[in-house]
């Protein structure tokens, strides 16, 4: 299994990124996707998730607005489009792939996001 996330860097706010992740090793259309952050000092948190089937999504009151979730499931791919960036939004990005009922699921590496002037 691989998760690979790129489309980290930095901007300034009020700025826009686009993150994706590359999935591979598993059957990515049946998993929940989803992308969480984690800022220095503090613990990871779900930003952003979007469920197999329908598609339906759900997002942290922080980025809800601000961040959208898609997936394109002919590519095994999930993206996450972050639209007027503050610099509250700096964090590592980590892509997660989970069977829907499981209580565990794959990690990506991670890549970095820094909101700043």
């Known amino acids: 299994v691989q998760l690979v996330e790129s489309g980290g860097g930095l901007v300034q706010p009020g700025g826009s990124l686009r993150l994706s992740c590359a999935a591979s090793?598993?059957?990515?259309?049946?998993?929940?996707m989803s992308w969480y952050r984690q800022a220095p000092g503090k613990e990871r948190e779900l930003v952003a998730g979007?469920?197999?089937?329908?598609?339906?999504?759900n997002y942290a009151d922080s980025v809800k607005g601000r961040f959208t979730i898609s997936r394109d499931n002919s590519k095994n791919s999930v993206y996450l489009q972050m639209n007027s960036l503050k610099p509250e939004d700096t964090a590592v990005y980590y892509c997660h792939a989970r069977r829907p009922m499981a209580t565990t699921g794959y990690w990506g590496q991670g890549t970095q996001v820094t909101v700043s002037s």
């Open positions: 090793g598993f059957t990515f259309s049946a998993y929940r």
């Open positions: 979007i469920f197999s089937g329908i598609g339906s999504t």
